[in-house]
């Protein structure tokens, strides 16, 4: 059984970070190896871009090459190297994605289910990790109010919990 979700104040920034962790998993779908910041400055713009890129790279300083830096590197990497390599699933994913992140308007509907385990048990073990990663991201130091342009702070795990605690909930999801 699902709890329901009391929507917290902090709700437009939840529904952009949930575009924005759209867009960066159609970007680990479809972009290619290898990655450089120009590609994801086409892709996400300038200023998100570069705030990404220093998320998954970083500079070696002995060597000056972009090395991978901190879980959400390698895990987006292993995704863009598997979705090279195995198209077949990637409208599907796209499907399941939109019928789990939105579970909260749906919490009084008998027969719904999360669709991730309906993905094959390979593309479950490459998406799990990233997804997991990417909100590891909401922890120090989170998503930067002037990348992002989302309410008058950072979002973050710390303040995330903290919204839903004070809408009376008991859970966060």
């Not at 917290?8 to 190896?33: H, I, M, T, Y």
């Not at 789990?100 to 999360?114: G, K, M, S």
Request: aromatic share 16%.
């Amino acid at each position: 059984m699902l709890h329901r979700v009391i929507p917290p104040a902090c709700q437009p920034e939840l529904r952009k970070l949930v575009r924005f962790q759209k867009k960066v998993l159609r970007f680990g779908l479809n972009a290619s190896l290898p990655l450089t910041p120009e590609v994801f400055q086409d892709f996400f713009g300038m200023k998100t871009g570069n705030w990404l890129w220093e998320r998954v790279y970083t500079k070696d300083k002995k060597t000056e090459k972009d090395v991978l830096t901190k879980k959400f590197g390698e895990n987006l990497n292993k995704l863009v190297e598997y979705a090279e390599s195995d198209r077949g699933e990637i409208k599907k994913i796209f499907r399941v994605f939109r019928n789990d992140i939105y579970f909260f308007i749906r919490w009084n509907v008998p027969d719904f289910q999360f669709q991730f385990p309906t993905l094959s048990k390979e593309w479950q073990a490459v998406l799990k990790p990233f997804l997991k990663s990417f909100y590891e991201l909401l922890d120090s130091p989170g998503f930067r109010q002037e990348v992002f342009g989302w309410g008058p702070d950072d979002l973050t795990r710390k303040k995330l919990v903290q919204h839903y605690r004070e809408a009376g909930n008991k859970v966060c999801p």
